[in-house]
């Protein structure tokens, strides 16, 4: 490994940072993680990441990822009892009016809470030699050395009452705190440009309960499968995710975009997943022991800082994670684009810190162009959600409804329609002249029942 420095600091224990932290391992003396937060003793949601209390699961990029960074990482989750899964095989896809076709594939993702996943890698990180976490310790600022141009540490705050402040003395700091990030800020005192932003308002919401399902029900209702995910599409918007996870429990979220909101009652939420447009969702949790209030979360946009884009930035400092990029949350990528992020980050620094942020952002963004497209593209589907609807995403969007349409009876289809959704393979695979000859064919048998049915899923 390439020895970069003596000294790197990371901004943040969220996944984000504890990714950045397990690719600066191999090329620091020491890494130092601080985080405002404090950790539970247990697997419970803490304050400093409210979507740990929502559903959550790993898709098959991340867990190939984590299994790289931390080898043997899939057995021992599975063994603490995260649930795996055939991503195309062992779940229920519902979207565009229809179910994706099941099919065996090799992909296979994880049903495993936040704060189960996240205590995980931070207990494996924690056993490396030259890692250590300083909890509740807010940072304040970077430390900006003129002369030099460049990012020295960081000034540090502990969250005893003291007001005590120190200064820690880094190579490189990397921000990875989260959407919230101040580093846009903390540039602009020192002289640089905000970097450009892209925000596309989504204004959506939904409630999550965790809950003990009867055997009968899941085997009744949900035919075998593992998992229900139900995206938003025509006419409503509304969706729906059942994911298990570990210790013998089920996730359910229900939401809705604008005002169209599942309510916080017990009633009002069975009824809101009553009027989904598939009823395995609902079949399933009306006799469900509940384990958990039911809990609202709020997402008012995507957003984009194209760090990329800057001509002038500081040596000495990266942004990373949430802080780069932000996505609607019910597309499930954000963790997994921290996983492929660490590995661009570990390419760059291969190749020595100078220069390096150049090299990261470039890297970055590529990473997150496919997620930001599915993300954005498929809410600007939403004719109430606001936002610039060009040739290619009306084109995209168009496709994609006649391709998933195909997928229905077709387990190639869905197989290939996954692996990008899972970040496995770039879009431009569902662009092939034998996929579009197969979309092109089941348009057309689509347009004549009596061409040959295909069997959905449920």
């Known amino acids: 490994m390439v020895h970069v420095g003596k000294h790197a600091v990371v901004v943040g224990a969220g996944m984000g ?3 950045a932290a397990r690719a600066l391992a191999d090329h620091f003396d020491e890494v130092t993680i601080l985080e405002r937060d404090s950790f539970p003793d247990a697997a419970d949601a803490r304050k400093g990441v409210p979507q740990g209390r929502h559903t959550h699961g790993l898709l098959a990029r991340g867990r190939e990822v984590l299994e790289q960074s931390f080898p043997g990482f899939t057995e021992e989750i599975i063994a603490q009892g995260a649930v795996p899964a055939d991503i195309v095989n062992d779940g229920l896809w519902f979207n565009y009016g229809v179910y ?3 099919a065996p594939s090799k992909m296979v993702g ?3 809470s936040r704060p189960t996943l996240e205590g995980f890698v931070r207990r494996r990180l924690l056993q490396l030699p030259n890692i250590r976490v300083q909890e509740r310790r807010d940072v304040v600022e970077p430390v900006f050395d003129l002369p030099s141009g460049r990012v020295t540490g960081v000034r540090v705050q502990s969250e005893n009452g003291s007001g005590d402040k120190e200064s820690l003395e880094a190579d490189l700091v990397v921000d990875a705190s989260g959407r919230g990030s101040s580093s846009p800020t903390w540039l602009n005192a020192f002289g640089f440009a905000k970097p450009p932003e892209e925000q596309v308002t989504v204004n959506l919401g939904y409630v999550t309960r965790f809950c003990r399902l009867k055997p009968e029900h899941m085997e009744n209702y949900l035919h075998g499968r593992k998992f229900v995910l139900m995206g938003a599409c ?3 918007f509304r969706f729906g995710a059942l994911l298990p996870q570990e210790r013998e429990r089920w996730t359910v979220t229900l939401g809705g975009y604008m005002d169209d909101q599942a309510p916080l009652d017990d009633a009002g939420f069975l009824e809101f997943a009553r009027g989904l447009q598939k009823p395995e969702i609902f079949n399933v949790i009306r006799n469900a022991e509940p384990l958990t209030p039911l809990t609202p979360y709020k997402f008012v946009s995507n957003t984009r800082r194209h760090y990329e884009k800057l001509t002038h930035f500081p040596e000495g400092y990266l942004v990373y994670g949430d802080a780069l990029c932000s996505f609607d949350p019910v597309y499930g990528q954000g963790m997994t684009v921290a996983c492929v992020e660490s590995l661009a980050l570990r390419e760059c620094l291969a190749k020595g810190k100078q220069g390096i ?7 970055a963004s590529r990473v997150i ?4 497209q599915i993300a954005v593209g498929s809410d600007l589907q939403n004719p109430r959600v606001e936002g610039k609807r060009t040739a290619q995403v ?3 969007n168009w496709y994609i409804s006649k391709f998933y349409r195909a997928a229905q009876r077709d387990g190639a289809l869905a197989t290939r329609f996954l692996e990008v ?3 496995m393979q770039q879009p431009t695979a569902l662009l092939s002249p034998a996929n579009a000859l197969k979309v092109w064919i089941g348009s057309r048998d689509m347009q004549h029942p009596d061409l040959g049915q295909g069997r959905q899923a449920a």
Do not use: C, I, K, S
């Open 17 to 19: 940072g504890l990714l």
């Open 394 to 396: 009306r084109f995209v």
């Open 357 to 363: 942020a150049r090299r990261f952002f470039q890297m």
């Open 234 to 236: 025509l006419p409503d």
């Open 110 to 112: 994880l049903g495993v």
């Open 100 to 102: 994706l076709h099941n």
């Open 369 to 372: 162009e496919t997620p930001w």
């Open 421 to 423: 959704a899972n970040l």
